[in-house]
């Protein structure tokens, strides 16, 4: 049975589930996606008051009581977090294919993350692992239904129940 990693990416948290197979094929029930891990953005921890002096984006008043705008520079603080939070997401799948002898990588996320993993995990990838992805926002399925759901789409082999 080929070994199975899927990373399901939001923007505040990663996850990630393996396919287990069943222990007694025919008497067991099997294979189950099982969620090893996850990681969260530090960013997501974190409040606005603890991000930033003012929870406003670039509104001041003046001294006549005029509000003017300027440009805070947090883009490129968001920017710079969601970079970090690519690389730690990167660094855990090849941490992950190794650990668990991985044949396939499955990367689920929405359009704009995938497009940043694809840019990252591209070079570090081994040449001998074959990857799929999905531009979908699926973090909130519990491990079944996301089985379900990438059976359904033939990304992963289904789940047999056991007849008797």
């Known amino acids: ?27 067991q029930p099997g294979p189950s996606l099982m969620e ?11 409040q606005d008051q603890e991000l930033w002096t003012s929870s406003k984006t670039g509104r001041n008043r003046g001294v006549a009581g005029q509000a003017h705008s300027y440009d805070d520079g947090r883009d490129r603080h968001l920017i710079e977090f969601e970079r970090r939070f690519i690389q730690s997401i990167t660094n855990k799948i090849v941490n992950l294919l190794q650990i668990h002898q991985i044949q396939q990588l499955l990367v689920i996320a929405e ?19 074959k990857i799929h992805e999905l531009a979908k926002d699926l973090c909130h399925l519990k491990p079944h239904e996301l089985h379900e759901y990438l059976a359904s789409k033939q990304l992963l082999p289904p789940h047999k129940r056991v007849s008797i």
Not at 1 to 26: C, Q
Not at 36 to 46: M, R, V, W
Not at 112 to 127: C, D, E, F, N, Y
């Open 1 to 27: 049975m080929n070994r199975y990693l899927v990373a399901v990416i939001d923007g505040t948290k990663a996850r990630f589930l393996t396919l287990k197979p069943s222990e007694l094929p025919g008497y």
């Open 36 to 46: 090893d891990e996850a990681l969260l953005s530090s960013q997501s921890e974190l």
């Open 111 to 129: 359009p704009q993350i995938l497009g940043s993993m694809r840019t990252a995990i591209t070079p570090v990838l081994p040449k001998n692992i």
